[in-house]
T-cell receptor, first 113, second 114 residues
Framework: DQQVKQNSPSLSVQEGRISILNCDYT??????FLWYKKYPAEGPTFLIS?????DKNEDGRFTVFLNKSAKHLSLHIVPSQPGDSAVYFC????????????FGTGTSLTVIP | KAGVTQTPRYLIKTRGQQVTLSCSPI?????VSWYQQTPGQGLQFLFE???????NKGNFPGRFSGRQFSNSRSEMNVSTLELGDSALYLC?????????????FGPGTRLTVL
């Protein structure tokens, strides 16, 4: 059963505009969320995280928003750049479970120059 | 610092065979996690090792096993391969379990089962 879902397999955005990637989860015990970015032929790389005590975390052009009541998080990239074109995975975990993270199926972002 | 290395990068096996994949973590990292990535399921957690002990295990059949050596290198083994085991197998290392922001992934081993 997929506990973390990314319902949009792909997204295309013009360079300079905002990219919004969405993620939903079903387990209300999850309290730590992350976004990873993956280029072809490489492993995922950590991008940004948020814990359940916050509703927003910002790092440069990347902002993650968490809506606990809706069990929804989103990643905003502003402004989008062609180098942002990659597959983005969201992941969730529950404290004290080590590195047992549940990943979504990924959203392939294409930023059009 | 060298990154996480996985060998081999590509592997082709037939049904019923077994396979062993290897992962060398970043120097100083003692936690190694394994994931299976398939197009329809995304990344699914297989297991995590820390200091040679399995700490967590995902929902995979017993055909999937792993171990970690004293130098933190880890291997995973899949016995009696099935077509559905075709996937990209990723390992990730971190200095301590639970430090997701410090979890670094290797490039993966692409396993094809014919």
């Amino acid at each position: 059963d997929q506990q973390v879902k990314q319902n949009s397999p792909s997204l295309s955005v013009q360079e300079g505009r905002i990219s919004i990637l969405n993620c939903d989860y079903t387990n209300s015990m999850f309290d730590y969320f992350l976004w990873y970015k993956k280029y072809p032929a490489e492993g995922p790389t950590f991008l940004i995280s948020i814990s359940s005590i916050k509703d927003k975390n910002e790092d440069g052009r990347f902002t993650v928003f968490l809506n606990k009541s809706a069990k929804h998080l989103s990643l905003h990239i502003v402004p989008s750049q062609p180098g942002d074109s990659a597959v983005y995975f969201c992941a969730a975990s529950q404290k004290n479970t080590g590195n047992q993270f549940y990943f979504g199926t990924g959203t392939s972002l294409t930023v059009i120059p | 610092k060298a990154g996480v290395t996985q060998t081999p990068r590509y592997l082709i096996k037939t049904r019923g065979q077994q396979v062993t994949l290897s992962c060398s973590p970043i120097s100083g990292h003692r936690s190694v996690s394994w994931y299976q990535q398939t197009p329809g399921q995304g990344l699914q957690f297989l297991f995590e090792y820390f200091s040679e002990t399995q700490r967590n295990k995902g929902n995979f059949p017993g055909r999937f096993s792993g171990r970690q050596f004293s130098n933190s290198r880890s291997e995973m083994n899949v016995s009696t391969l099935e077509l559905g085991d075709s996937a990209l197998y990723l390992c990730a290392s971190s200095s301590q379990p639970g430090l997701a922001y410090e979890q670094f992934f290797g490039p993966g081993t692409r396993l094809t089962v014919l």
